[in-house]
Antibody
Framework: EVQLVESGGGLVQSGGSLRLSCAAS????????MSWVRQAPGKGLEWVAR????????HYVDSVEGRFTISRDNGKNLLFLQMNNLGAEDTAVYYC?????????WGQGAQVTVSS | EIVMTQSPGTLSVSPGERATLSCRAS??????LAWYQQRPGQAPRLLIY???TRATGVPARFSGGGSGTEFTLTISSLQSEDFVVYYC?????????FGQGTKVEIK
């Protein structure tokens, strides 16, 4: 079964940092682009970042550029999202995603709450 | 950035009836469009990609159509589990963007 499991979410103060991890199983991570997508409370979906198979090409949405870093460890089947200088607008559920251009599957999500 | 606009925001339909959801792109995206279903408290689930290809395990009552800037998701006969939220998403350009969602509710 193809599965993605996020960890590392939690409560952090404004200006703080958090690192999300995503463990992939049931498929070969190194063969796929991967992404992070977030959903603020009661809101829609926002594609945050994507990374190509070998990790050498990354893209970010403007709102997180310079603050978030996506990375991967293909040997350990792990995807990461380092989030720095967090603000209230970053409060959301963060989903790890296998990026086929469309997303399939999605992880169950990690809650990130930024308090002021 | 390509803006995706879904309509209506809320669609009221009776069980067993047909529902048609619309998604419009601010510029042509060919057929580079996906649809997702999201149940409360759960992650989204892929329904359709390439505008009209059903994902594995998706019931045949779900169908997608359109190209360019206008797309539709049709649910031919609504079942109780279908009364949830649906999102479209373009993957023609970065950043990939989603519509704001259509909630299908029981009439």
């Amino acid at each position: 079964e193809v599965q993605l499991v996020e960890s590392g979410g939690g409560l952090v103060q404004s200006g703080g940092s958090l690192r999300l991890s995503c463990a992939a199983s049931g498929f070969t991570l190194r063969s796929h682009k991967m992404s992070w997508v977030r959903q603020a409370p009661g809101k829609g979906l926002e594609w945050v970042a994507r990374i190509k198979e070998d990790g050498n090409e990354k893209h970010y949405v403007d709102s997180v550029e310079g603050r978030f870093t996506i990375s991967r460890d293909n040997g350990k089947n792990l995807l990461f999202l380092q989030m720095n200088n967090l603000g209230a607008e970053d409060t959301a559920v963060y989903y790890c995603a296998r990026d086929l251009n469309w997303i399939d599957p999605w992880g169950q999500g990690a809650q990130v709450t930024v308090s002021s | 950035e390509i803006v995706m606009t879904q309509s209506p925001g809320t669609l009221s339909v009776s069980p067993g009836e047909r529902a048609t959801l619309s998604c419009r792109a601010s510029q042509s995206i060919s057929r580079n469009l996906a649809w997702y279903q999201q149940r409360p408290g759960q992650a989204p689930r892929l329904l359709i990609y390439a505008a009209s290809t059903r994902a594995t395990g998706v019931p045949a009552r779900f169908s997608g159509g359109g190209s360019g800037t206008e797309f539709t998701l049709t649910i031919s006969s609504l079942q109780s589990e279908d009364f949830v939220v649906y999102y479209c998403q373009q993957y023609d350009n970065w950043p990939k963007t989603f519509g704001q969602g259509t909630k299908v509710e029981i009439k």
